[in-house]
T-cell receptor, first 112, second 113 residues
Framework: ELKVEQNPLFLSMQEGKNYTIYCNYSTTSDRLYWYRQDPGKSLESLFVLLSNGAVKQEGRLMASLDTKARLSTLHITAAVHDLSATYFCARGYGGSQGNLIFGKGTKLSVKP | EAQVTQNPRYLITVTGKKLTVTCSQNMNHEYMSWYRQDPGLGLRQIYYSMNVEVTDKGDVPEGYKVSRKEKRNFPLILESPSPNQTSLYFC????????????FGSGTQLSVL
């Protein structure tokens, strides 16, 4: 069965702290995507990770992919309130973006 | 402005009354897809399309139909809606290719009574 599991599902952080969100998937894949959703809003694509060891960074967010461990991480550095959102990872298979299997999401709340 | 447009934003209907949610993109994207989002379940893919006249089932296609007669449009059809199809629906599109980011529409909140 194709599964994508994120943890934690809820994360409350203090501003300025670092933390990592984990995304495990059940079958081999070389395509992993991260998305952000603000409350009541649509989704925004953050990162596309296509190969083992891939690392992408934008601002305070850094995503990495370890295909051997079937694990992707989203690391948050020195969190700020604006990062409060729900973060989803998704594994792709098939052609192009193809069939996407999403994790349940991690709801991040950054408090002053 | 480059965008994915869904209509309507909100829809309340009754069981069994056929409905269509429209999705249109103005970016000449080959790939389009539909998702539903439910509390505690995250997003689940309903159908996707790699190009005109090419569609494939996602994880939860039962009770839904799609068509891709033109590149820009990808409507989602519920022939006989049921209450378990009450959900938040998103359409998305992208250029062909693994390395491309998805662009999402604003969502359609559907309630089936």
């Amino acid at each position: 069965e194709l599964k994508v599991e994120q943890n934690p599902l809820f994360l409350s952080m203090q501003e300025g702290k670092n933390y990592t969100i984990y995304c495990n998937y059940s079958t081999t894949s070389d395509r992993l995507y991260w998305y952000r959703q603000d409350p009541g809003k649509s989704l925004e694509s953050l990162f596309v990770l296509l190969s083992n060891g891939a690392v992408k960074q934008e601002g305070r967010l850094m995503a990495s992919l370890d295909t051997k461990a079937r694990l992707s991480t989203l690391h948050i550095t020195a969190a700020v309130h604006d990062l409060s959102a729900t973060y989803f990872c998704a594994r792709g298979y098939g052609g192009s973006q193809g069939n996407l299997i999403f994790g349940k999401g991690t709801k991040l709340s950054v408090k002053p | 402005e480059a965008q994915v447009t869904q209509n309507p934003r909100y829809l309340i209907t009754v069981t069994g009354k056929k409905l269509t949610v429209t999705c249109s993109q103005n970016m000449n994207h080959e790939y389009m897809s539909w998702y539903r989002q439910d509390p505690g379940l995250g997003l689940r893919q309903i159908y996707y399309s790699m190009n005109v006249e090419v569609t494939d089932k996602g994880d939860v296609p039962e009770g839904y139909k799609v068509s891709r007669k033109e590149k820009r449009n990808f409507p989602l059809i519920l022939e006989s809606p049921s209450p378990n199809q009450t959900s938040l629906y998103f359409c998305a599109s992208s250029v062909q290719g693994y390395n491309e980011k998805l662009f999402f529409g604003s969502g359609t909140q559907l309630s089936v009574l």
